[in-house]
């Protein structure tokens, strides 16, 4: 077929104009050039998938225009087509659309794109330093025609930030349905990806970008403040009604996830030290309200710490510098820090996500795009001393652990084996604990609690504040520690200031917990008390990611490199009408580490949606409870029997039996030995 025919062929495209160039404002963060492996044959594959998207008449235009960016930038991320006016969520009412849930995501999606909520909006990366809405400006130009006519019995699909098109369905199918970064396994490591992400044909979706579902730090400040309160209560006495009054916590990182931490250290009563050598992400912090002070050097860091710890204030402390130069100062000073953690990108370290000791970021930049074999010895230099650093700081008393970026098995790929606990690979683990090990897996996930999240897409501060309400009538504060807990937490939610971007809300909450908030929920909007809300959750929950440096890291019987879960948690949103279902690769511990999967439930207040919460809200939470018991966790063993009790006739769920640990040693020792 001709060009012409294949465009008359298709009733929704880009239109054959050719849009002016954007002009690029200054201060706004721009994402590194990315390592270009391509061949040539490859580079011209690149330019010519790219020209895909544009009718043949800007084809002449726009192909020197496509290579120069893959040559400069490592991708083609077709600038031209961007929106010229500002891109954030408005009132839903603001948008075009045949039905509340195509419109509902055109505000999620422009939400994670807000300069105020992007890593680097220009290049469509939300967080996590890779983690895209999709890969160019024509697939978001496609994607919001497509969502403008999407009506209730279709499904738009999208593969890793394409719009393959809308599909017939029916009222209780999905709207949307995406995946990101899925690779075949024999390519599923980082190399090959990379290269069929600058050919176009792959994004990474990290977790809850490529699924437009991020509200900004927000969206994981419930679990660093659970992850740190548990840590003390666990690790440094911290009573269950006390705080971290006078107790320090020191990490890295004020980006996109990072950027939480500050905030959760002042909730929780503690002081924290958090390091960037970004200035401008120390700055969007510090404009928002998320970290208090800041500091250009280690010694006006600690002085700074100890003035209100000794006070028992709580205080959070930018340090603008390196991470690995603060912990050589507390060492060589003989400081005592009391929680130890990181946070930086560590799941791609060698394309930006760490930046080695000695480098500046702007050195670091500059280093990425003209010497990157340089670029990795230094992160591997870096790498091992931060290590060795933490080493000290242990054994001096610190509780250090990783919190779920890679840092331990960047530390591992850097050469430094002893970081494994036998020495010689990562089968059996690292020697310092993931935060899903020791606090966040028993304590929260095994229960079931995760992070339940939710968007008042009518864009009004009010209707955020009913619904805070809404959900502590729900939740029982004398049910389990968890839940008085979770109770404070969206008592305390409006006076904490946590809204980036659109009108969102994080709160941890059990299967039963959020299938009656959400129901509640689905009612105000109902009665007119609200407008419509988007319901989700981070992946990063229960049952939402298989990953065994993070989420399943405290799957003991082996199964902890199975992707078993994260995949039918999916499936079975699909099959119980969650309006959005995505699956990703990668996440936040990089390509062939994790799969990982969540949902979009748009409350329109419908009878339909009811049905659909209480069948999809329960299975969403409990398909991690159930791996989580057959693995033999005490915590998830326990809460499926209560659920099996509650829902005798209708659920049933098979559960271990525990063999005891003396009749296998006597039988290993009689038979192999």
């Not at 060698?350 to 010895?377: A, N």
């Not at 001096?396 to 430094?416: E, L, Q």
Request: proline letters at 4%.
């Amino acid at each position: 077929m001709t060009n012409k025919e294949i465009g008359a062929a298709m009733t929704i495209k880009l239109d054959p104009v050719l849009p002016e160039y954007p002009v690029f404002k200054e201060g706004i963060r721009r994402a590194p050039m990315r390592d270009l492996t391509l061949s040539d044959h490859e580079k011209k594959l690149a330019v010519k998938n790219a020209l895909r998207y544009v009718p043949e008449e800007l084809h002449e235009a726009l192909a020197p225009e496509f290579m120069e960016e893959l040559l400069t930038r490592g991708r083609i991320y077709g600038y031209r087509f961007m929106p010229k006016e500002r891109i954030y969520g408005k009132p839903i009412d603001e948008y075009k659309g045949n039905c509340v849930q195509g419109k509902a995501f055109q505000v999620m999606i422009d939400n994670n794109l807000n300069h105020d909520v992007a890593l680097y909006p220009y290049e469509l990366v939300t967080y996590g330093e890779t983690g895209q809405v999709c890969q160019n400006w024509m697939q978001y130009q496609l994607l919001k025609k497509y969502l403008e006519v999407l009506t209730d019995e279709q499904t738009l699909v999208v593969m890793s930030g394409h719009p393959l098109g809308l599909f017939h369905s029916h009222k209780q199918a999905p709207r949307v349905v995406i995946t990101n970064g899925l690779m075949v396994g024999e390519g599923d490591n980082p190399e090959t990806w990379a290269k069929a992400t600058a050919m176009g044909c792959s994004s990474y979706g990290q977790m809850t970008a490529g699924g437009w579902m991020y509200i900004g730090p927000q969206g994981i400040v419930h679990g660093t403040f659970n992850t740190i309160l548990n840590a003390g209560r666990k690790f440094l006495g911290v009573p269950a009604e006390g705080n971290l009054a006078g107790h320090l916590f020191v990490t890295s990182g004020l980006g996109g996830m990072s950027g939480a931490q500050p905030k959760a250290i002042e909730i929780a009563g503690g002081v924290g030290i958090i390091a960037e050598v970004d200035s401008s992400r120390i700055e969007t912090r510090h404009s928002q309200g998320w970290v208090k002070m800041i500091c250009e050097s280690p010694e006006e860091a600690f002085r700074t710490a100890r003035t209100y710890m000794d006070r028992k204030e709580p205080m959070s402390i930018a340090f603008h510098g390196n991470i690995v130069d603060l912990l050589e100062y507390a060492v060589n000073n003989n400081i005592h820090i009391d929680l130890l953690s990181d946070q930086t990108s560590c799941h791609v370290p060698y394309d930006g996500g760490y930046c080695p000791q000695g480098l500046t970021f702007e050195e670091r930049t500059e280093m990425l795009d003209h010497d990157h074999e340089k670029f990795c010895e230094l992160v591997n230099r870096s790498l091992t001393t931060h290590f060795h650093m933490i080493r000290t700081l242990v054994e001096r008393g610190s509780y250090f652990f990783d919190y779920g970026n890679a840092f331990m098995k960047a530390v591992f790929d850097a050469g430094n084996k002893e970081i494994s606990k036998n020495g010689v690979d990562t089968s059996e683990g690292f020697i310092f604990p993931s935060y899903v090990e020791d606090i966040l897996g028993p304590e929260l996930f095994d229960y079931g609690y995760g992070p339940f999240r939710w968007c008042c897409l009518s864009g009004k501060h009010e209707d955020l504040i009913k619904t805070d309400h809404a959900a502590m009538e729900i939740i029982d504060p004398n049910r389990r520690f968890q839940d008085r807990d979770n109770w404070i937490w969206i008592r305390d939610a409006e006076k904490n200031q946590l809204v980036v971007g659109t009108q969102c809300r994080i709160l941890y909450q059990d299967a039963l917990g959020r299938r009656d908030i959400a129901l509640k929920f689905n009612e105000m909007v109902r009665n007119g008390e609200i407008g419509p809300v988007m319901l989700g959750r981070d992946h990063h929950d229960t049952g939402g990611t298989d990953s065994p440096y993070r989420e399943t890291s405290n799957i003991y019987d082996g199964s902890n490199f199975t992707a078993d879960m994260a995949t039918h948690c999916y499936a079975g949103n699909a099959a119980r009408g969650m309006t959005l279902v995505a699956l990703h690769n990668g996440g936040g511990t990089g390509i062939g580490k994790a799969i990982n999967g969540g949902f979009g439930l748009v409350l329109d207040g419908s009878e339909l949606t009811d049905q659909i919460i209480r069948e999809a809200i329960p299975w969403d939470t409990m398909v991690g409870v159930s791996r989580r018991s057959w693995a033999r966790n005490e915590h998830s063993i326990a809460t499926v029997a209560e659920y099996n009790k509650k829902f005798a006739g209708s659920d049933a769920i098979t559960m271990p039996y525990i063999a005891d640990d003396e009749l296998i040693e006597r039988v290993f020792n009689n038979t192999c030995k």
